[in-house]
C-alpha cells in the first residue's frame, strides 16, 4: 500500500488553488513514492475557508495556523501566504519537524531567510521554494542545453517580467503596493522568479546596478477580505500611499562573466503575466517567453549559413523534461502543471532524505541580489555582492 504525507496548508486564495491542484494531482500522472493527503487547510476567514475546503477536498479547517503546526499528524505544511506571514511560519514548522513547502519569494529580508535556512537545517527538514518556473519543461531542457555545451561560452542574459494589472489608478491599495507587507513591489515579487532562473541557468550575481519609479503614488484602499488573484474590491474613499516601487530595472555582471539584465513592471499595458529570457553563446542563443510555455526558440551557428535562423523547439516529446507523465506529443500542458512537477520532486526528496531545489538557500542567494538592487536603486551605486 502507498505510503502517505499528510498536509498542512496555510492560504487559500491564488496560490492556495494552485497548491491544492498540484497536490491532487501529482499522485494520478505520477508515480509518487508516498500520496499527499489534503488534510487541513488553515486561513483567517472561515466561511470562505470552508467553501475552499469542501471545493478542493481538504479534510479539516483550521483558523490557528499554530495549532496546525503543533499537530503531530501533520507531515508538511504549505505556505501559500504573503512573503511578510513566511518567517514566522516556516521557522515554527521547521522546529516541529515538518517539512515545508513555501511561495516565494522567501522573505522580507536576507536576515530573515538566513535564520530560516539556519532553523531548516538545525531541524534537518527538507524545505522547498516555490519557484515553480524552474519545472516548465522548456526551462528544463534550456538547462539542459546550456549544461550539453550547444551554447558555447555564455555572453549575455536579458530577462523581463512584465504585467499590468495595476494599470489602473482606480486599483486598490493591495498587499503587494504597501512595504510592511511586499517589502518591495515588481522587483522583489516578478524580480525574484527572474533573479532565481538567472541563478539556474546561468550562475551567481556578482555585481548590481538598480533603479526604480513610481507611475502612481496614491490609491483607494482595498477591502483586504475581497483580495485574491490579483484583485480586489475598494473599501470606502479613503486613500493610501503606495511605498513601494511600480517598476525597476537591474544591471547585473555575473561571477563568470555574462553580463546581465532584469526588467519587472506591472505597468506594461496589454502584458498579463509575460515572463520571458534570452541567452547569448558564442555558438548559439535560447530565448523563452512564458506566454508560449511550451516553446523554446534555438539558434545554432553550425548550421548552414544559408538555414540559419531561430527555430522553434515544441517541448511536448517524451523525451523532455516531466512530459512523458502526460500527453501525446503535442499535446501542450499550462502554467499549473509546473506546480505539480515541483510536487512530485519535493516528495521523492522526502522519501530519499535529499535536499531539493529550489530550496531556502537559493532564496537566500536571491535575496541577497534583490536586497542589492533597492540599495544600488537607493543609493545610485553599483553593490557588490559578497555571496
Request: with cysteine; net charge negative.
Amino acid at each position: 500500500m502507498l505510503k502517505t504525507l499528510n498536509v498542512g496548508i496555510v492560504g487559500y486564495k491564488f496560490m492556495g488553488r494552485a497548491h491544492s491542484n498540484a497536490w491532487l494531482k501529482a499522485p494520478l500522472f505520477f508515480d509518487v513514492a508516498a500520496k499527499p493527503v489534503l488534510k487541513v487547510a488553515c486561513g483567517r476567514h472561515e466561511p470562505s475557508l470552508k467553501e475552499f475546503a469542501e471545493r478542493w477536498g481538504w479534510q479539516e479547517t483550521q483558523t490557528d495556523w499554530k495549532k496546525l503546526i503543533s499537530r503531530a499528524d501533520i507531515d508538511i505544511i504549505d505556505i501559500a501566504l504573503p512573503q511578510h506571514l513566511h518567517y514566522e511560519i516556516a521557522i515554527a514548522a521547521a522546529k516541529e519537524g515538518k517539512h515545508i513547502f513555501c511561495e516565494k519569494p522567501l522573505a522580507m529580508s536576507v536576515k530573515q531567510a538566513e535564520e530560516m535556512l539556519r532553523v531548516c537545517e538545525d531541524n534537518k527538514v527538507i524545505h522547498y521554494l516555490n519557484h515553480n518556473y524552474r519545472r516548465v519543461p522548456a526551462i528544463a531542457l534550456a538547462k539542459k542545453m546550456i549544461e550539453n555545451g550547444l551554447l558555447g561560452r555564455l555572453f549575455h542574459w536579458r530577462a523581463a517580467y512584465q504585467q499590468d494589472w495595476i494599470v489602473d489608478p482606480e486599483f486598490p491599495l493591495t498587499w503587494q503596493l504597501r512595504k510592511e507587507t511586499a517589502q518591495a513591489g515588481p522587483h522583489w515579487d516578478l524580480n525574484s522568479h527572474c533573479v532565481d532562473l538567472a541563478h539556474y541557468l546561468i550562475g551567481s550575481i556578482d555585481s548590481v546596478t538598480a533603479m526604480s519609479t513610481n507611475f502612481i503614488t496614491e490609491r483607494p484602499l482595498a477591502d483586504e477580505a475581497s483580495t485574491g488573484n490579483l484583485q480586489a474590491e475598494v473599501n470606502g474613499s479613503e486613500r493610501g500611499q503606495v511605498t513601494v516601487e511600480d517598476a525597476a530595472l537591474m544591471i547585473v555582471k555575473f561571477a563568470n562573466g555574462v553580463m546581465g539584465s532584469f526588467e519587472a513592471t506591472r505597468f506594461a499595458t496589454g502584458r498579463k503575466n509575460k515572463l520571458s529570457f534570452e541567452i547569448y553563446g558564442s555558438k548559439g542563443s535560447l530565448t523563452f517567453d512564458l506566454e508560449r510555455m511550451n516553446e523554446l526558440m534555438f539558434f545554432s551557428s553550425s548550421d548552414a549559413d544559408d538555414t540559419q535562423g531561430f527555430r522553434k523547439i515544441i517541448v511536448t516529446e517524451p523525451q523532455h523534461p516531466y512530459i512523458k507523465s502526460w500527453w501525446p506529443p503535442g499535446h501542450i500542458i499550462g502554467y499549473e502543471h509546473s506546480f505539480v512537477h515541483a510536487v512530485v520532486d519535493f516528495i521523492d526528496a522526502i522519501e530519499n532524505k535529499k535536499q531539493v531545489t529550489p530550496n531556502f538557500n537559493d532564496g537566500l542567494n536571491t535575496m541577497k541580489v534583490l536586497e542589492a538592487g533597492l540599495l544600488s536603486a537607493q543609493t545610485k551605486q553599483q553593490i557588490t555582492l559578497n555571496t
